[in-house]
């Protein structure tokens, strides 16, 4: 082969290489970024009930962990309120009366955890594995979604299935 045919060639294997490249770039550019959506890094979901100029009343991470359909269920999350005034969030499923909890301006409670508020659902009408619908409200406004319900199979929420021994809180209210 002569010099002239091997010059030829790399130089067309270099533009090749040039197009592509500059295709890839292209394509990329043009693809929408999924790092910068919103989404559940959990298990549970989120619910944004209002959000105005930045400031958002939200229910992070919610889910209810029971041990089986029919037993009492222990609700697990957050909700915050980043606005300036107190809000009240009201969370409604269709496993008993509504619970309310207050939460202040700029704050946050933790629902389920050690140093935050422990609310017992007294049952759960779906299994494991499955959702229930329910609507979670604050400052007037209203949000419908799919409350998951997981069991203790995984380490993590077996800690926070309802023990026999603690009595089930009068129609799913938060206790101390």
Do not use: W
């Amino acid at each position: 082969m002569s010099r002239r045919a091997t010059a030829a060639r790399g130089a067309r294997t270099i533009a090749l290489a040039a197009v592509s490249a500059t295709g890839a770039l292209l394509l990329a550019g043009c693809a929408p970024s999924t790092t910068t959506l919103n989404y559940d890094p959990s298990d549970g979901v989120g619910v944004t009930i209002q959000s105005v100029d930045g400031d958002e009343l939200r229910g992070i991470n919610l889910l209810v962990v029971a041990a089986a359909e029919g037993e009492p269920g222990n609700l697990i999350g957050a909700l915050t309120n980043e606005t300036q005034d107190d809000a009240t969030f009201t969370l409604e499923h269709p496993d008993g009366a509504p619970v309310s909890l207050d939460v202040p301006a700029g704050g946050t409670v933790y629902l389920g955890t050690a140093t935050g508020e422990t609310v017992q659902l007294d049952t759960v009408s779906a299994p494991p594995g499955s959702y229930v619908d329910a609507t979670l409200s604050a400052a007037g406004e209203t949000e419908e979604f799919k409350l998951p319900i997981l069991d203790g199979t995984l380490p993590e929420y077996a800690e926070h299935l309802p023990s026999a021994a603690a009595s089930p809180s009068p129609s799913g209210t938060p206790t101390e």
